[in-house]
């Protein structure tokens, strides 16, 4: 069962500076993967003690969530993962400008929120500026993955990305969605729609080499219109 938050009430739109990774963790110069919507953090604790090698950081915009996680991953010890409460499309962004580049190794969206009603989807999580904010945070061939057990969810973020040109498919990975998981872990999600016999859409992409600019001019033809998620800043519309 989804609980849903809003991330357009005022509650969620104040301005939460998040802490660099050296008030993270133990070895802060470590490669970071960064699972948005990171829930009640299961999928980053298990992958934190198989792959213990890069930091790994959960933001979840539910509090009591980011609290239960928390206490879990300190009951281990696990100085490698943290887990912070924010509105990815409100704090995410400078915390993202800040990474030394190239440490940004990795960015997941996983079973993000459907909100199916059209007047909706400006609420959903992956909006144009933070988008930009990731392209920019990621050097070249490294990964933004996604994945979703909604069509209607996980089309209008291809659209969006795909049309953003800061990012490829691999040649080997199957269209239009990839056959297994590249991670090593999947979330509690996954593993309740798989054991209900349903598809997951999943898709890995790579940072290309375009430079970072502002959002592109499309021909009106190309915008993504299913995404319906404008951003607040004008210059970063399609």
Not at 114 to 120: A, T
Not at 122 to 147: N, T, Y
Request: aromatic share 6%; proline share 12%; net charge neutral.
């Amino acid at each position: 069962m989804r609980q849903h938050v809003n991330p357009l009430s005022r509650v969620h739109q104040r301005p939460l500076p998040l802490p660099p990774p050296a008030e993270l963790f133990s070895e802060p110069a470590r490669p970071i993967h960064l699972d948005i919507g990171s829930a009640r953090g299961g999928f980053l604790l298990e992958l934190a003690q198989q792959e213990p090698g890069r930091n790994y950081l959960g933001v979840e915009i539910r509090q009591p969530l980011v609290q239960a996680a928390e206490a879990d991953r300190q009951a281990l010890d696990l100085r490698n993962l943290h887990y912070l409460y924010c509105n990815a499309n409100v704090n995410l962004e400078q915390w993202l400008a800040a990474l030394p580049p190239g440490q940004l190794e990795r960015v997941s969206i996983q079973f993000p929120d459907p909100w199916f009603k059209k007047k909706h989807h400006k609420r959903r999580v992956l909006q144009p500026a933070l988008l930009l904010a990731i392209a920019g945070a990621l050097a070249e061939q490294q990964e933004l993955f996604i994945q979703s057990d909604v069509l209607e969810v996980i089309e209008p973020m291809v659209l969006l990305i795909e049309a953003s040109g800061y990012f490829r498919r691999p040649p080997e990975d199957g269209r239009p969605w990839r056959l297994d998981n590249p991670l090593a872990v999947a979330t509690e999600r996954e593993r309740l729609v798989l054991q209900q016999g349903l598809p997951v859409y999943r898709v890995l992409y790579e940072r290309n080499r375009q430079p970072l600019g502002t959002w592109p001019e499309l021909p009106l033809e190309q915008r993504p219109k299913a995404t319906d998620n404008p951003p607040e800043r004008p210059e970063l519309c399609p």
